[in-house]
């Protein structure tokens, strides 16, 4: 019934499962794509963090490299016909010069993390390269940083930012100069959800991709996004503090490629950072039947 997995079945949705496995596992994860036979494989599991990086070199590597590699391998072993890998926009050698990195700019990496993500992509075309074969399409994608309600990961600025208004602490920011490329959660699914289709269309079997904001929302500080947030909650407070682990100060994306097959930014910057501080609102307020009616909405508006 379950194919031997252990799995959680969605109440409204019984044909919608998820089997949670660590991708370093080979064995068990090219069963479990064995098993199911799926029409697509996107593959976004990662050690995401650039500080952990740091922290635990060893096992961002494992995880990001080899990880990736084992979806590969068991893609190319299955005969997937389609595969999307989701690397990062940190894939890129930084060289701080303020310029807009397109999909050929040299990559490279000075941190763990960023590094990790350029071999994952270097993987991904060895891959594609040395084991061609009329199965599979395989793209790679790069996407900026990511906005959006639900997210609560460690060292991220807008989980961060929410915490502590919510737990009334005072914020604490490590590079307010910095520029990062600030997108809706719901427009890189957009994108994700494009390069299926593409593949389709296309004769060609390999391609890569970055997904990121418009010019002019491409700019933005850390500082930037903080004050924009602090027009309408006088309760964020904050303070600088020396970061502890080197990271790029300026990370800008050209996005030209990806709009060229039809793909565009649906929410600005301003329009972004209203609805995820009205998630994080009724997400730390126990509104639960609001906020998933919220979510839904969201949805429903950009992804439909």
Request: hydrophobic share 35%; aromatic share 12%; charged share 30%.
């Amino acid at each position: 019934k379950n194919n031997g997995f252990k799995y959680i079945v969605d109440k409204n949705d019984p044909n919608l499962i998820e089997i949670q496995q660590n991708i370093n596992d080979f064995k068990k994860i090219n069963s479990i794509i064995k098993k199911l036979n799926p029409d697509f494989v996107f593959h976004l599991a990662a050690q995401p963090i650039v500080n952990e990086g740091y922290k635990k070199p060893l096992e961002t590597i494992k995880t990001n490299i080899l990880g990736t590699s084992n979806i590969l391998e068991s893609v190319r072993q299955n005969k997937i016909k389609n595969c999307i890998i989701i690397t990062s926009d940190k894939c890129y050698l930084n060289k701080e010069n303020k310029k807009f990195f397109n999909e050929n700019s040299q990559l490279g990496g000075d941190d763990i993390y960023s590094a990790s993500k350029a071999c994952a992509e270097i993987m991904t075309r060895s891959f594609f390269l040395s084991f061609k074969n009329k199965y599979t399409s395989l793209d790679t994608v790069r996407a900026g940083n990511i906005i959006g309600g639900g997210d609560f990961g460690e060292k991220r600025l807008l989980p961060d930012i929410f915490k502590s208004i919510y737990n009334k602490k005072t914020l604490q920011i490590r590079s307010p100069q910095s520029i990062r490329p600030w997108q809706n959660v719901l427009d890189v699914i957009n994108a994700y959800l494009l390069l299926p289709i593409y593949q389709k269309k296309r004769s060609y079997k390999f391609d890569f991709w970055n997904v990121g904001p418009n010019r002019k929302d491409s700019t933005l500080r850390v500082i930037d996004i903080i004050n924009k947030l602090k027009k309408n909650n006088k309760k964020l407070k904050f303070f600088k503090r020396k970061g502890k682990f080197k990271e790029s100060h300026f990370l800008l994306l050209n996005n030209n490629k990806i709009k060229s097959i039809g793909w565009k930014n649906k929410n600005s910057i301003d329009n972004t950072l209203e609805q995820t501080a009205r998630w994080y609102e009724l997400y730390y307020k126990l509104k639960f039947d609001e906020l998933k009616k919220f979510t839904k909405d969201l949805i429903e508006k950009n992804l439909c």
